[in-house]
């Protein structure tokens, strides 16, 4: 390391004067490239429900989405994260690995109407199960583990199945990496990338995505699977487990609280690495703006600048239609 005794004339505002030395030293930046937006898709026709706590984000109806996509296009967004809010949930989370299934059927309708329209999708069990856990679950009400695998295998090979270009598990099941990974290429998907859900905390930042995602634990939380908070250097090796077991992609969840962990899981692996700025993030930034309290576009595109700066490759967001707009503007 160098200290600053070596540079007795160094004057860093010299290089602050004006936008043009501003920007030649940049060290960071911000792209619609980076982003992929998140989308819930529901049962029915011809609707768009707004949900409460997460202003301008909308339940769709498979109906919805060719236009849904349309505007991302426009906007230049390339790439979406599908959710799926079945009418009809039970004990195995049947609806989650159906043909016919919610997902399945939007991943054919966006890709039947935008090929290029990259598809990932989110592999889980808690929007589908009655009892709201991410898995199957013993007479003691505990998710077991290795029995889990195979659904959530079967999910990930449903979506392939409809056209998904990515599935991304976000379970945080030990060894589900390795048990999708055999499935897909089973069946001759080994071009299908998996981007893992490695490095998910036990968040109270969730809260907001459960109401849009209707996926609220019946019963405790999901401590006995998703991270300790408190544990940064475990964060990495779950990501260098994941990337062992065959992830193609690695991921931070929640983002804001965690950047030091996101920092640390991309140098330490060296593998691309995601940032998800999670529902409860969203949501206090557009409480504060809708009081005026913030000024809405800056704080957000700092705040995604931040993790752009922690080492993010990519960025799962809400605020991805909002932020594009506002790239686009500044590049006129
Ligand atoms: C499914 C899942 C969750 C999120 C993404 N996938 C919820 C959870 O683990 O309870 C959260 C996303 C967000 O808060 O924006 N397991």
Not at 66 to 83: K, Y
Request: charged content about 25%; aromatic content about 8%.
């Amino acid at each position: 390391m160098r200290t600053l005794g070596q540079f007795p004339a160094y004057r860093p505002r010299r290089m602050r004067a004006t936008e043009t030395v501003r920007s030649m030293i940049r060290e960071t930046s911000l792209s619609v490239a980076d982003f992929i937006y998140p989308l819930f898709v529901k049962e029915g026709e011809g609707r768009a429900d707004q949900v409460p706590s997460m202003p301008g984000v909308y339940q769709l109806t498979v109906d919805m989405l060719p236009a849904e996509i349309d505007r991302l296009c426009d906007l230049g967004i390339r790439s979406v994260l599908l959710f799926g809010l079945p009418d009809h949930k039970d004990e195995c989370g049947s609806e989650a690995y159906n043909p016919q299934g919610i997902v399945q059927r939007a991943v054919r309708s966006i890709k039947a109407h935008c090929p290029e329209m990259y598809v990932i999708t989110d592999v889980c069990m808690c929007e589908y199960t009655s009892h709201g856990h991410c898995g199957k679950l013993d007479d003691a009400g505990r998710v077991i583990n290795d029995a889990t695998l195979e659904w959530l295998s079967a999910e990930a090979l449903s979506h392939v199945r409809a056209g998904a270009d990515m599935v991304a598990p976000s379970d945080m099941m030990d060894g589900r990496i390795a048990h999708i990974r055999a499935a897909l290429d089973a069946e001759g998907y080994e071009h299908v990338p998996i981007m893992s859900y490695s490095t998910k905390y036990a968040s109270g930042f969730y809260g907001p995505f459960r109401d849009a995602a209707d996926s609220a634990p019946a019963f405790g939380d999901r401590r006995a699977y998703q991270m300790d908070p408190a544990n940064a250097s475990e964060g990495v090796r779950e990501a260098m487990l994941d990337i062992a077991e065959g992830a193609d992609l690695v991921m931070v969840k929640p983002a804001l609280s965690y950047l030091d962990v996101l920092y640390r899981v991309k140098s330490e692996t060296d593998f691309p690495t995601v940032a998800y700025n999670v529902s409860g993030e969203y949501a206090m930034v557009k409480a504060a703006a809708a009081n005026g309290w913030i000024d809405e576009r800056r704080v957000v595109l700092e705040l995604l600048l931040s993790m752009k700066r922690a080492g993010a490759d990519a960025i799962i967001t809400y605020h991805a239609k909002d932020a594009a707009a506002w790239l686009a503007a500044e590049g006129e």
